[in-house]
Nanobody, 121 residues
């Protein structure tokens, strides 16, 4: 599964961004898509996951209530709407595809390159 993430950028604290992740050659049978983020020197952190059938979404504690994950199966695209962004949300955001809606990176078999989000104070 080839994943292409986009939508990162520089935003002030309190602002919003929407990330997109497209499976350019189809989902390859993956049943879930997720977003993780990472900053230098830290482990990859779970952000949100969605089952492709839309029945199941789950969020990391640090983003719950501020971020929303959604999917468009016709476009093989998953979105991450990020509101009320804070400097601690800064990082490289990666989308991932896998067989189950998990929260641990090793359960995901395909990864996009990542898109950088920078939140200034």
């Amino acid at each position: 599964v080839q994943l292409q993430a986009s939508g990162g950028g520089l935003v002030q604290a309190g602002g919003s961004l929407r990330l997109s992740c497209t499976a350019s050659e189809g989902t390859g049978g993956s049943d879930a898509m997720a977003w993780f983020r990472q900053t230098p020197g830290k482990e990859r952190e779970f952000v949100a996951v969605i089952a492709w059938d839309g029945t199941n979404t789950f969020y990391g504690d640090l983003v719950k209530g501020r971020f929303t994950i959604s999917g468009d199966t016709a476009k093989n695209t998953v979105y991450l709407q990020m509101n009320s962004l804070q400097p601690e949300d800064t990082g490289t955001y990666y989308c991932a595809a896998g067989p189950i809606p998990a929260t641990i990176p090793r359960y995901f078999t395909s990864w996009g390159r990542g898109t950088l989000v920078t939140v200034s104070s």
